[in-house]
């Protein structure tokens, strides 16, 4: 059966989540039906990150397989057709043939995240349902210097949903940058897996930071309890991007 790679944007706020939901709509959900109206087949589509309700993506990756060849374009452009006719907020930036053997979920080597805050006075009118508006002044270059104190391989309990269902709380965090770009605090994580609510929860605790609350020292101690209850309040999901997923072929 031929496999295809699809690359994927969407804005979240009108979805329950990447995941097919039993009783809401979901971004898979939404794939899915214009893949039946275009080729007439019943598919599960698998994604590389399954994204919270109200979470966005401008590089989420998923893949299926049709029993029917076409062109990659042509998968492309019908489902980005269906999509728009059913008032979908999800595009198909690409699509394109791939071996049997690769995996949007299973084959990632890496996955990036953005976390946006509007940092003003004034309440976000363009972009609102896209940013986490925090009207009090926080310090960016304290919170990226509390940043550094979660890299590394840790257990990240405090900073896991307790709803989260993988096997271990160990996990290896390569990135954590906090930058300042006039208004704007863009944080940007990586990391070949992330646990449920893991970014989120990391961007409540540091906003502790910048907001003067809490230290470096604070922020590697509640990492240290292992103990959801020493986080942070949880950041919104209105700030979370998926903005990239790496692979070898890549």
Request: aromatic share 8%; with cysteine; charged share 25%.
């Amino acid at each position: 059966m031929p496999r295809y790679r699809l690359d994927v944007e969407y804005d979240g706020g009108p979805y329950a989540g990447w995941q097919r939901q039993a009783d809401q709509h979901s971004v898979q959900q939404a794939i899915e039906a214009a893949v039946e109206k275009f080729s007439s087949e019943t598919i599960s589509l698998r994604g590389a990150g399954r994204t919270d309700a109200g979470v966005h993506a401008t590089a989420q990756v998923a893949h299926l397989d049709l029993t029917k060849e076409w062109p990659a374009d042509t998968v492309r452009d019908a489902l980005n057709a269906h999509l728009q006719q059913a008032g979908e907020r999800v595009a198909i930036l690409k699509a394109a043939r791939v071996a049997a053997e690769f995996d949007a979920r299973f084959s990632a080597l890496g996955r990036h995240y953005l976390y946006r805050i509007s940092n003003r006075r004034a309440p976000p009118a363009l972009d609102k349902g896209k940013v986490w508006w925090v009207p009090k002044r926080l310090d960016a270059d304290a919170m990226d210097a509390a940043a550094k104190t979660l890299l590394g391989r840790h257990d990240f309990t405090t900073f896991r949903s307790a709803q989260c269902q993988a096997n271990s709380p160990l996990r290896t965090l390569d990135r954590l940058d906090v930058a300042r770009d006039g208004y704007d605090i863009e944080i940007r994580a990586s990391a070949r897996s992330f646990l449920h609510n893991q970014v989120r929860s990391m961007v409540g605790s540091l906003k502790r930071v910048g907001e003067g609350a809490w230290t470096s020292a604070d922020l590697k101690a509640a990492l240290d309890a292992r103990d959801r209850a020493a986080c942070g309040q949880v950041a919104p999901p209105d700030g979370l991007y998926l903005v990239g997923v790496d692979y070898q072929a890549d």
